[in-house]
């Protein structure tokens, strides 16, 4: 079963299930899905799925942190459900050891030496990696090591 099929069989589940919740994150996210596959004229792709899941969940980070600056405390928690229930759909994340021997590996092979060679070793490092890592912590990382 595709990524699609599943969010489109977990919407239904949870339409029968009365799960308000997971329903409305779902149907949003299939209807992201619809959307882009209308202005395409074509079927998506499992990593298009991704990007607009990433989209997704970077959106629902952002309204966590400006909820929480503006006190908000039961709206952030809303958004950090919300966010649980997009993880779920995400293919399994690389640990930090893992990203940084890949890091290390593309900076001893490009030679890079400072900050200014940040945008190569990003750019190699993300193309190798993919979705298996947040690229706000694939950058902390390349920055890291490359001070």
Do not use: H
């Amino acid at each position: 079963m595709n990524l699609k099929e599943q969010i489109e069989n977990d919407l239904k589940a949870s339409m029968k299930s009365g799960d308000n919740l997971v329903r409305g994150v779902l149907r949003m996210l299939f209807s992201d899905v619809k959307n882009v596959e209308i202005n395409e004229r074509k079927e998506i792709s499992e990593e298009k799925i991704i990007e607009i899941i990433k989209k997704n969940i970077k959106s629902r980070k952002d309204s966590i942190e400006q909820y929480t600056k503006g006190s908000r405390a039961d709206l952030a928690s809303q958004e950090k459900r919300e966010l649980e229930i997009l993880e779920k759909y995400m293919p399994e994340q690389m640990g930090e050891d893992e990203v940084r021997k890949i890091v290390l590996n593309i900076i001893s092979k490009s030679e890079a030496v400072s900050a200014s060679d940040f945008g190569k070793v990003m750019g190699a490092v993300m193309k190798e990696i993919g979705n298996k890592a947040d690229g706000n912590v694939v950058g902390g990382i390349v920055r890291e090591e490359l001070k």
